[in-house]
Nanobody
Framework: QVQLVESGGGLVQAGGSLRLSCAASGRTFSGYAMGWFRQAPGKEREFVAAIKWPVSEATTYYADSVKARFTVSRDTAKNMMYLQMNSLKPEDTAVYYC?????????????????WGQGTQVTVSS
């Protein structure tokens, strides 16, 4: 029911930066939280970052592998979520997906999210 569209992916050299965007729409968006996941070929989809949606609570969560390099943020007025990625490494190469949460807890789990975008490719060359 929630429509999500990612953008901003591309090819960058190691050490470079990218900023991903996710636009959300739909009457069933409950405003709990939104998150970013990524999936490399032949591997499981893994949690990257998440952020609570209420204006008064912008709590963020990060996987250990991206902490201190990535920053998740949102603009509630525009229903937009962003992922600023700095100091990119070849192991960050994957398809990145945004997702809208359907509950408040365990946001690192795929099951916490009810809607998914189609993904945007991020490739980091060495």
């Amino acid at each position: 029911q929630v429509q999500l569209v990612e953008s901003g992916g591309g090819l960058v050299q190691a050490g470079g930066s990218l900023r991903l965007s996710c636009a959300a729409s739909g009457r069933t968006f409950s405003g709990y939280a939104m998150g970013w996941f990524r999936q490399a070929p032949g591997k499981e989809r893994e949690f990257v970052a998440a952020i609570k949606w209420p204006v008064s609570e912008a709590t963020t969560y990060y996987a250990d592998s991206v902490k201190a390099r990535f920053t998740v943020s949102r603009d509630t007025a525009k229903n937009m979520m962003y992922l600023q990625m700095n100091s990119l490494k070849p192991e960050d190469t994957a398809v990145y997906y945004c997702a809208a949460a359907r509950r408040w807890w365990s946001l690192e789990q795929v099951g916490a999210y009810g809607s998914w975008g189609q993904g945007t490719q991020v490739t980091v060359s060495s």
